[in-house]
Nanobody, 122 residues
Framework: QVDLVESGGGLVQAGGSLRLSCSASGLTFSTYAMGWFRQAPGQEREFVGAIRKDGGVTYYAHFVQGRFTVSRDNDQNTVYLQMNSLTLEDTAVYYC???????????????WGQGTQVTVSS
C-alpha cells in the first residue's frame, strides 16, 4: 500500500513562511517524480511545483515567482515545499503527488496524499 502523508501546514501571517513535508511509503521513492499542488475552496487543484526523481531539476508555477522551493531527500523518502513571503492567495489545501514524470498535470500523478491545510491571515 502506497501512502503519502503531508505535514507542516497551519496558520501563518502574511509575509511568513511554512515548510511542508510529504513522507512516502510503500513505493520506491527514488523512482518517482514528486509534485506539489494546491486547491482552494471552489477551485480546481492547481500545480505549484515539481521535482524530478533525482532532485536535479525543479519546475514551478508562474505565481510562485521565486517564493517557493521544492526539494527532496531520497534517503528519507520525503519531499519538501518551502514557502516564503506567503500571501492571502496562498491559502489552500496543499497536496503532494507521486508520478513517473515531473509534470504540471494532475493526471500524470499516480498517488496522492490527503492534503494539509495552509491558511494565511492578514
Amino acid at each position: 500500500q502506497v501512502d503519502l502523508v503531508e505535514s507542516g501546514g497551519g496558520l501563518v501571517q502574511a509575509g511568513g513562511s511554512l515548510r511542508l513535508s510529504c513522507s512516502a511509503s510503500g513505493l520506491t521513492f527514488s523512482t518517482y517524480a514528486m509534485g506539489w499542488f494546491r486547491q482552494a475552496p471552489g477551485q480546481e487543484r492547481e500545480f505549484v511545483g515539481a521535482i524530478r526523481k533525482d532532485g536535479g531539476v525543479t519546475y514551478y508555477a508562474h505565481f510562485v515567482q521565486g517564493r517557493f522551493t521544492v526539494s527532496r531527500d531520497n534517503d528519507q523518502n520525503t519531499v519538501y515545499l518551502q514557502m516564503n513571503s506567503l500571501t492571502l492567495e496562498d491559502t489552500a489545501v496543499y497536496y503532494c503527488g507521486a508520478g513517473f514524470v515531473a509534470s504540471a498535470r494532475t493526471d500524470e500523478y499516480r498517488y496522492w496524499g490527503q492534503g494539509t491545510q495552509v491558511t494565511v491571515s492578514s
